[in-house]
């Protein structure tokens, strides 16, 4: 059973800075590609940055510029930079995982909070 473990959710003001990390207990090379999504209150589970086992980076539209997704193959770790927040980034973020046998995997998520 793969286990997405999140950290780094916070409050934090507008204009600043946060780093999520995500740790992946499946093996590297059975990942196909592993990304962050949001949720607010009342809305749907949005797509925020995909990274694809071959380092191929999409980002939504609304953090482009702004928040950089990167993976370090040797601790199975998946980071989410956030740079310049807004109070709209606030949210549940999630851990995603698709793996080269086709499954899906969530972490547990993690609340991000933009406020003064």
């Known amino acids: 059973q793969v286990q997405l473990v999140e950290s780094g959710g916070g409050l934090v003001q507008p204009g600043g800075s946060l780093r999520l990390s995500c740790r992946a207990s499946?093996?590297?090379?059975?990942?196909?590609?592993m990304g962050w999504y949001r949720q607010a209150p009342g809305k749907e589970r949005e797509l925020v940055a995909l990274i694809t086992d071959r380092g191929t980076t999409n980002y939504a539209d609304f953090v482009k510029g702004r928040f950089t997704i990167s993976r370090d193959n040797a601790e199975n770790t998946l980071y989410l930079q956030m740079r310049n927040q807004k109070p709209e980034d606030t949210a549940v973020y999630y851990c995603h995982e698709h793996t080269s046998f086709g499954h899906d995997y969530w972490g547990q998520g993690t609340q991000v909070t933009v406020s003064s």
């Open positions: 499946a093996r590297k090379n059975s990942i196909a590609s």
